[in-house]
Nanobody, 124 residues
Framework: QVQLVESGGGLVQAGGSLRLSCAAS????????MGWFRQAPGKEREFVAG????????AYADSVKGRFTISRDNAKNAVYLQMNSLKPEDTALYYC?????????????????WGQGTQVTVSS
């Protein structure tokens, strides 16, 4: 089993920044994709960003391109999401996820492991 623990969420004003972190433990797979999804109240969970172990496969949702950056530290089994120029519509519960795959897939049903989520609230 793989355990994923997110941290770094909080309340920020529009235009501000936050950095989310996710630490993986347990039976981690060095070749897994790691990434982030989010879910706002009353909405479906949506893909935000993902990155393969090698870094050759990286993807972002159109809504966050140019504002969010995903990175990972394979030695620490960690993935990060730097979020800049935050907007009120970015408010959501952000989930870290891992997929036993070689390339990023934005379909949440394809991902294998999930964290409990960290809340991000952006005030206007």
């Amino acid at each position: 089993q793989v355990q994923l623990v997110e941290s770094g969420g909080g309340l920020v004003q529009a235009g501000g920044s936050l950095r989310l972190s996710c630490a993986a433990s347990g039976r981690t797979f060095s070749w897994s994709v790691m990434g982030w999804f989010r879910q706002a109240p009353g909405k479906e969970r949506e893909f935000v960003a993902g990155k393969s172990w090698s870094g050759t496969s990286t993807a972002y949702a159109d809504s966050v391109k140019g504002r969010f950056t995903i990175s990972r530290d394979n030695a620490k089994n960690a993935v990060y999401l730097q979020m800049n120029s935050l907007k009120p519509e970015d408010t959501a519960l952000y989930y870290c996820a891992a997929d036993r795959a070689y390339s990023v897939n934005s379909d949440s049903s394809r991902w294998d492991y999930w964290g409990q989520g960290t809340q991000v609230t952006v005030s206007s």
